[in-house]
């Protein structure tokens, strides 16, 4: 492709640069190949500009960043917002999208909005997908990504593929790192989504009003200006999140408790725990519907609803999507029913803080006749100010709470077991993930229940800087075969 047609008409390009043919894109030095155009970008740790020269001898035929570089050997072109403009350009490289597109952002729920979404339109008939923090699932393939967000150029090669594969119909997930560093500017939105907001990433962002406002930039910024809206009108930051979609006349579609069930909101009017599952009632439009959700927690029905409003913000019958909701499943680690040992359910969940651990075992306690017990820890190089929090939450919540590993990282993981031991009263503490499990899952008695949280759908345990495999799921089966044989 000609550098001239990855730019907008007004980033300033030297005439005879204009028809240099750019064979890839790139952000990363060490993986230019001849014929990339090279973005330099400021990050966290580095910046991108000290590295043009090694991008240039590795065969960059053109170079974009914030400033000139006098020297530079080949063409350079200055824009204010290289990320942006690197995920503007992504899209122009990898031109095909799914022709419906939601994105879902918000603190816990995503991964679930998506999958719920992507299920609900494949009942109506439509040939979809996710990705997200479990990767791509689509009908040709399911790919693990490493990112819930990817990079503007590894997500614009993926939505490109599955376009050309047949998919129409794709929900993907929105983090607010992604947010943050436009990595979604290039995406063409038709409606997005909003779960919650709770304390979260503080090692990235300043503070929660900077984490909120990258998440208000789906609604600001990047939803189609005739998109929709589709926002939990559940928390206290719900009437911002509204505030920014009316700011842009997007089509507001409000979902739960204090949803406006005679307009376009969905209203939730009660629910009722009927074993694994919840029986729902809700009003659209000022029509009354009933659902059986097949699935635990009283946050399943935030994320269902999301869902739902999704998938009617993008087109699909109110009835027809309402009627889909009963088949919905679980998606991989999130408050899966794993097993069950002397009666007791084993609860798989990847709630990794401290809200979403509060609303898990909340969510379980009605499963738990006699005692509520929970294994998990936290993770190292990341928000410390979680972990007491946590311990608290699980002290205050659960009946027994095992402590131990999860992806400590580069920490001593004692040193972070400790954290959490301080807040949480009369726990154990076995730092084998493993053994901590086995020892939960032996000690199960009738009418108990057990949640092992943090890691949910995750394949490996991060030690120092290497990914050690584990799976809570595997742990659990291989206790349980042992105890059968
Ligand atoms: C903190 C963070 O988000 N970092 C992301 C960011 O990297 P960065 O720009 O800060 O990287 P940097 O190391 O400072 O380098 C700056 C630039 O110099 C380049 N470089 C660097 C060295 C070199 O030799 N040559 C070179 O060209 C780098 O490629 C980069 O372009 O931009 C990169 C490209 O898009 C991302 O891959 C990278 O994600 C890292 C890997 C990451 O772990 N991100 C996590 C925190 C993340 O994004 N998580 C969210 C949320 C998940 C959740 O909700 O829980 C997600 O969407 O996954």
Known sequence: MKLRDLFSDDAAIEPQAEAVDVKGLSVDSRAVKPGDLFFALAGSKTDGSRFIDAAINAGAVAVAGDRASPDCRVPFIVTPNPRRALAQAAARFYPRQPATIAAVTGTSGKTSVAAFTRQIWERLGHASASIGTIGLVSPKRTVYGSLTTPDPIALHKQLDEIAGEGVTHLAFEASSHGLDQFRLDGVRIAAGGFTNLTRDHMDYHPDVGHYLAAKLRLFRDLVAPDGAAVISADH???????????????????????ADGAGEGIRLVGATVEGYAQNLALAHRGRSYTVKLPLVGEFQIENALVAAGLAIGTGSEPADVFATLQHLEGAKGRLELVGEHNGAPIFVDYAHKPDALAKSLQALRPYAKRKLVVIFGAGGDRDAGKR?????????????????????????????????LATARGASDIGDRAEAIRTGISALQPGDALLIAGKGHETGQIVGDKVLPFSDHEAVAAVLAARVS
């Open 388 to 420: 007491p929090i946590m311990g608290a939450i699980a002290a205050e919540n659960a009946d027994h709470v095992i402590v131990t590993d999860d992806n400590p990282r580069s920490e001593n993981p004692e040193t972070i077991r400790a954290a959490i």
């Open 236 to 258: 206290d930051c719900s009437p911002e999140v509204i505030d920014a979609a009316r700011s842009r006349s997007l089509r507001i579609i409000a979902v739960g408790r204090n």
